[in-house]
């Protein structure tokens, strides 16, 4: 749908497009369609002001300008990564990017990393964690990347898209573990302001002793252990054993606060460093039987091909590994 409009658009010279927002706002961009932009290689693009807006059928719009050729170049590196990491034999390969998504990132990057398969995007501020929860359908995950900052997490209880939230101690992981809960307390005494006191009084008992019931919150949160090297102060990246007693300690927490989430992921840092395979290999053994390991990819830096395939022949099992991939690295020239 993306070409369908863009051909308009370059033969206006570059004229405004204009959409309401009640309108559809997800299309299903073709990018490969789009018709040589030499001509016209800067245009104008209507996109929302405000994703929320859209839900509620406001008309109101604004221009913004877009460069058709990283555009197209956006296009055919996504492709080309996803499909060097196909020919490893990782089926459905978009699954396993995390797209990151800067504050004001233009909306028709990530509609078209959507079409493009990517599902999972990365946040690292409280604006693009706005935008990005409004902004694209619903079966997307979100992963809020930040440094842990517990303002930013209390916004989690207004977007339940977030599917993982990244730590670096056993403290980040108590702490998220507070605020989910006091938001659950909180909700759980608007319900009870409902009902009789004598009903409400039954409800809070846990036991025998009269002990209120233990909040479950955040039913499917995946916390992120940040182990790339240099973390945690003090710290090495955490081999063997150590990084299993880390994970259980962490998932320790999550099993006493009564949150509900677990310990999902292992961020290594540079999918690029020699060490990588090995990292992988370990960081998979201290999670047992579920949960993946996360690299930072770097285009074009990182020679996305070799490392792919560095992984593998070091017997890392790529369907549980995942790649962040930064929107704005995607626009450049990789050759």
Same mark, same amino acid.
């Given at each position: 749908?993306?070409?369908?409009?863009?051909?308009?658009?370059?033969?206006?010279?570059?004229?405004?497009?204009?959409?309401?927002?009640?309108?559809?706002?997800?299309?299903?961009?073709?990018?490969?369609?789009?018709?040589?932009?030499?001509?016209?290689p800067?245009?104008?693009?209507?996109?929302?002001?405000?994703?929320?807006?859209?839900?509620?059928?406001?008309?109101?719009?604004?221009?913004?300008?877009?460069?058709?050729?990283?555009l197209?170049?956006?296009g055919?590196?996504?492709k080309?990564?996803?499909?060097?990491?196909?020919?490893q &034999? !990782?089926?459905?390969?978009?699954?396993q990017?995390? +797209?990151?998504? /800067?504050?004001?990132? #233009?909306?028709?990057? *990530?509609? $078209?990393?959507?079409?493009?398969g990517?599902?999972?995007?990365?946040?690292?501020?409280?604006?693009?964690?706005?935008?990005?929860?409004?902004?694209l359908?619903?079966?997307?995950?979100?992963?809020?990347?930040?440094?842990?900052?517990?303002?930013?997490?209390?916004?989690?209880?207004?977007?339940?898209?977030?599917?993982a939230?990244r730590?670096?101690?056993?403290?980040?992981?108590?702490?998220?573990?507070?605020?989910?809960?006091?938001?659950?307390?909180?909700?759980?005494?608007?319900?009870?302001?409902?009902?009789s006191?004598?009903?409400?009084?039954f409800?809070?008992?846990?036991?025998?002793k009269?002990?209120?019931?233990?909040?479950?919150?955040?039913a499917?949160l &995946? !916390?992120?252990?940040?182990?790339a090297?240099?973390? +945690?102060?003090? /710290?090495?990246?955490? #081999?063997?054993?150590? *990084?299993? $007693?880390?994970?259980?300690?962490?998932?320790?927490?999550?099993?006493?606060?009564?949150?509900?989430g677990?310990?999902?992921?292992?961020?290594?840092?540079?999918?690029?460093?020699k060490?990588?395979?090995?990292?992988?290999?370990?960081?998979?053994?201290?999670?047992?039987?579920?949960?993946?390991?996360?690299?930072?990819?770097?285009?074009?830096?990182?020679?996305?091909?070799?490392?792919?395939?560095?992984?593998?022949?070091?017997?890392?099992?790529?369907?549980?590994?995942?790649?962040?991939?930064?929107?704005?690295?995607l626009?450049?020239?990789?050759?």
């Open positions: 749908m993306v070409a369908a409009l863009l051909l308009p658009l370059l033969l206006l010279a570059a004229r405004p497009l204009r959409r309401p927002l009640d309108a559809n706002p997800n299309p299903n961009p073709s990018l490969s369609s789009i018709p040589n932009p030499n001509a016209n800067t245009a104008l693009w209507m996109a929302p002001r405000g994703y929320d807006d859209a839900a509620a059928g406001s008309s109101e719009d604004f221009e913004m300008e877009v460069d058709i050729q990283d197209l170049r956006y055919a590196n996504l080309a990564v996803r499909t060097a990491l196909g020919k &034999g !990782v089926e459905g390969p978009a699954g990017f995390v +797209v990151l998504a /800067e504050e004001s990132s #233009e909306w028709l990057y *990530l509609q $078209a990393a959507y079409d493009a990517v599902r999972s995007f990365g946040v690292r501020s409280g604006a693009a964690l706005r935008e990005l929860n409004g902004g359908p619903d079966d997307i995950d979100i992963q809020l990347l930040a440094k842990f900052n517990p303002k930013l997490v209390a916004r989690l209880k207004r977007m339940p898209r977030v599917s939230v730590v670096a101690t056993p403290d980040h992981t108590a702490e998220l573990c507070g605020i989910l809960q006091a938001e659950s307390a909180r909700k759980s005494s608007e319900k009870l302001k409902r009902v006191k004598s009903r409400a009084g409800l809070q008992r846990n036991d025998k009269g002990a209120p019931k233990a909040a479950t919150v955040g499917g &995946g !916390v992120l252990l940040d182990r090297p240099g973390t +945690v102060e003090g /710290e090495g990246e955490g #081999e063997g054993d150590d *990084l299993k $007693a880390i994970v259980a300690e962490h998932a320790g927490i999550l099993g006493e606060k009564g949150a509900g677990a310990v999902t992921g292992i961020f290594l840092g540079p999918a690029g460093d060490g990588a395979p090995k990292a992988a290999k370990q960081a998979l053994k201290a999670l047992g039987d579920e949960g993946y390991v996360v690299f930072s990819l770097s285009l074009p830096g990182d020679d996305y091909s070799r490392v792919f395939s560095d992984l593998r022949k070091g017997g890392v099992p790529l369907e549980r590994v995942t790649y962040q991939l930064p929107l704005a690295d626009t450049k020239r990789l050759d």
